[in-house]
Structures are given as C-alpha cells and as structure tokens.
C-alpha cells in the first residue's frame, strides 16, 4: 500500500527509499541542525515530507556530487534548507541524466581537493611541504564521521 506524498514516513520507509542504513539517517540528524523529525511515545521518528525532500539534497550531495558534511553544513547555513531541497530537484531534472548544479553552490570539495594537490607537488623534494591546516583539519573531522559510521555500523 502506497502512502499519500503529504504523509508521514518512518525511518524505515525513508531509509529504503534513500537506500541508506537507518543509522545514517540519525547520524545525519546529529549533524544537520535543519532536520528535525517529529518523535512519538519511545524515541519513534516520523519524517515530514519536507525532511525527506531535504535528506534527498543531502543525499545528493554526499553521495553523488562528493561533498563532505562539512561542507552541506555550510551550503544549508548559507542557503538554507529550501536550497538543497531544490537542488535535489535540479540534478534530478537532468533530461541527459547528468547532474545539473545550481549556480550558487560553491564547489568546496574540488577547492580542498585543489589546495591538496599543491602540496601535494611538494612532499618529497628538498623544499618543506606546505600544507593547509583548515583542509587538514576538515579532513581529519571527516575521517572521525567515518569511524562513528563503521562504529555505529559494528554494533
């Protein structure tokens, strides 16, 4: 039985269609202040269309355009969560299947990846590498999201 699209979904339903593990849609919830979904009797979430419309963005952008949390932390503070709801919209319009992306987003991940490989060139020469201590310092953020996921993944 198919729900109305304006009915509330559980983490289940929400986390098949997302085709991501249900610890990862609450570990999300951790990490992006804007989902919040309501909760009844024992800690049950139930998600509001607009939260499933806004996990897709998020989804989108982690899993298909190689943001970081970091950096869909920074895109929802500075567009806010319509934008990424949008912009989950966008690169699903696509009519040749390819990703469209929205203008105003700054490519963070192709930024980083950018700043490593200039230090990158140096490692090995004479000359002392250069490295950037906020791009390591988010690195190292993202690597400890990872060992929370494997963790959480383990139990």
């Not at 230090?119 to 201590?133: C, I, L, W, Y």
Request: hydrophobic share 35%.
């Amino acid at each position: 039985m198919d729900k109305a699209p304006e009915a509330f979904r559980t983490i289940s339903e929400v986390a098949d269609e997302l085709e991501v593990p249900k610890h990862v849609l609450r570990f999300w919830e951790a990490k992006f202040i804007h989902l919040k979904p309501m909760k009844r009797g024992g800690g049950r979430r139930y998600y509001r269309p607009e939260d499933v419309a806004l996990l897709r963005g998020i989804r989108v952008l982690l899993y298909n355009e190689g943001y970081t949390i970091r950096g869909v932390q920074k895109i929802l503070k500075q567009h806010g969560p319509r934008y990424v709801m949008d912009y989950r919209r966008a690169s699903d319009d696509g009519a040749d299947g390819t990703m469209s992306r929205p203008p105003a987003i700054p490519d963070i991940a192709a930024e980083t990846a950018q700043s490593g490989s200039k230090s990158a060139r140096n490692v090995g020469h004479e000359t002392p590498a250069k490295f950037d201590k906020g791009a390591l310092v988010a690195l190292l953020d993202e690597i400890e999201i990872c060992r929370e996921i494997l963790d959480a993944a383990r139990e």
